[in-house]
């Protein structure tokens, strides 16, 4: 005979339902904790890199482009960073090209070199992310798993019990079992939420290397001839000229072609030359 709970306890919740729902219950519960577990670290692991690409951007901005030639602008960047990774990978492959028996164009071969480089760096960036994907689309279904398993546990018991069960004694397992649901839910909507931020910083990022990636190519190509003009002037500055003519260009930002430091049209370049 079943001991009654005692007074003022709750016999149904999350305890009790891992309890009568057996090894199937406790698995899905275990499953669903350590994906919350690692879609956790990888959220926290994956904005840790984010921000340490954005601030080495922030470097190259600052003092990159003003260093003499390109190897020792490249000393000023972290070692393993992802535009020194860039940087290096572009000298390797100038010093290859006169080494080719059957040498193709150089513009060709440095656009594809760096291209790869930047193409391994948002690998590098989008690992994870399909866990996190993962976790989003099947939480809820592992979770809905568990409830079916604990409601046919359920009903098993009270079919087996005789008589006529009432609202009371249906409600309460059937109850119980739907907190896996509920589970499966609270592990899957952050899953997709920290997906989706991420992929969208990931973007930013991506635009970045790439504009980098373009900038390093036309210094190359021009034995350093040609490199961004940066826009110097106080934050104050640059407010103002937003608010005036309607653009967003920032202090540090490069020009971009056919514009001017204002935003208006331009039929001067936008690089340097020395």
Not at 36 to 48: D, E
Not at 141 to 157: C, E, P
Request: aromatic share 6%.
């Amino acid at each position: 005979m079943q001991a009654a709970p005692a007074a003022g306890s709750n016999p149904y919740g999350l305890i009790p339902a891992l309890q009568q729902g057996g090894i199937i219950a406790m698995s899905v519960f275990a499953i669903l904790v350590l994906m919350s577990i690692f879609s956790f670290y990888i959220l926290f692991t994956k904005l840790m890199q984010q921000q340490k690409i954005m601030a080495q951007g922030r470097k190259v901005r600052a003092s990159f482009w003003n260093a003499p030639n390109l190897r020792e602008a490249a000393q000023k960047l972290e070692t393993r960073s992802a535009y020194r990774s860039i940087v290096d990978d572009a000298l390797v492959a100038q010093d290859q090209h006169g080494k080719l028996t059957d040498p193709i164009d150089q513009h060709d071969w440095m656009a594809n070199s760096l291209a790869r480089s930047q193409g391994s760096i948002g690998a590098r960036l989008g690992e994870g992310l399909a866990f996190l994907a993962t976790v989003g689309s099947t939480a809820p279904f592992i979770g809905l798993f568990g409830t079916v398993v604990g409601i046919y546990n359920a009903l098993i018991k009270l079919g087996s019990a005789g008589g006529s069960p009432g609202i009371e004694q249906v409600a309460g397992p059937v109850g119980e079992a739907l907190v896996m649901t509920a589970l499966g839910l609270v592990v899957a909507v952050p899953a997709v939420l920290a997906y989706n931020w991420l992929v969208r910083r990931n973007k930013s990022i991506t635009e970045d290397l790439a504009a980098f990636t373009n900038d390093l190519h036309g210094y190359l190509m021009s034995g350093g001839a040609v490199k961004p003009q940066f826009v110097q002037g106080t934050a104050k500055t640059s407010a103002a000229t937003a608010r005036a003519t309607g653009t967003t260009q920032r202090p540090g930002e490069p020009l971009r072609t056919g514009m001017t430091s204002t935003g208006a049209e331009s039929t001067r370049s936008t690089s340097t030359t020395k």
